[in-house]
């Protein structure tokens, strides 16, 4: 079985008001981070989608030997670069693709490994986080569904789809995921990793 990471980090952070992508961890960045994990996982490929600033944010993460793709379609929301990576995979001998947010560093490669042991075990189903008594990403989502995911539209990412598919998924619970969306949101995560760090 083939799964193929898709990072999604094309958008241009307007709730931050520049770009997160580019935010300072440690010696990395917010999505070097993510990229970080991803390649530490068991997965086969990883992609990172890139729109907005796509250019100064691809030089910043150039020492993570990552493959790029470009959405230029980026403004009209989310689900254009899930679109956009799961046209590019189609076309390759992937069995399942696992959809990974750029602002989500609380995602360790060893949670990314867990859904894709669960995933392997239950091959055909699909595989959704639940935190803040929703479904989200990250999701696996088999080859069967990629139809689907190439008509999604707007800014809801996979959320409307993992909610139709209620009865085809397992569900990973994992309360510690926030989003990067804004500065004190970046704060308390640097708060939360300098903590871990001292204990």
Not at 3 to 26: D, F, H, N, Y
Not at 40 to 48: E, I, L, M, W
Not at 72 to 91: A, E, P, R
Not at 167 to 195: C, G, M, P, R, V
């Amino acid at each position: 079985m083939k799964i193929a990471i898709l990072i999604l980090a094309a958008g241009s952070s307007t709730r931050m008001g520049l770009a997160k992508q580019l935010l300072p961890v440690g010696k990395t960045t917010l999505l070097g981070i993510t990229i970080e994990h991803a390649q530490q996982s068991n997965a086969d490929k990883v992609y990172c989608i890139l729109g907005a600033n796509a250019e100064t944010i691809e030089q910043s993460i150039k020492k993570h030997n990552v493959e790029i793709l470009n959405n230029t379609n980026y403004k009209t929301g989310l689900s254009s670069s899930i679109v956009k990576g799961v046209k590019h995979i189609t076309q390759l001998n992937f069995n399942s693709v696992l959809i990974l947010l750029g602002d989500q560093p609380h995602v360790t490669s060893d949670y990314l490994n867990d859904m894709i042991n669960t995933h392997k075990i239950h091959s055909e189903k699909i595989i959704a986080s639940h935190y803040n008594k929703t479904l989200g990403v990250p999701t696996i989502i088999p080859r069967v569904h990629f139809k689907e995911l190439l008509k999604l539209q707007g800014d809801k990412g996979a959320k409307a789809f993992l909610n139709s598919k209620k009865q085809e998924l397992i569900q990973l619970e994992n309360a510690n995921f926030h989003d990067i969306d804004t500065k004190e949101d970046y704060q308390d995560f640097l708060k939360s990793i300098n903590l871990n760090k001292n204990l």
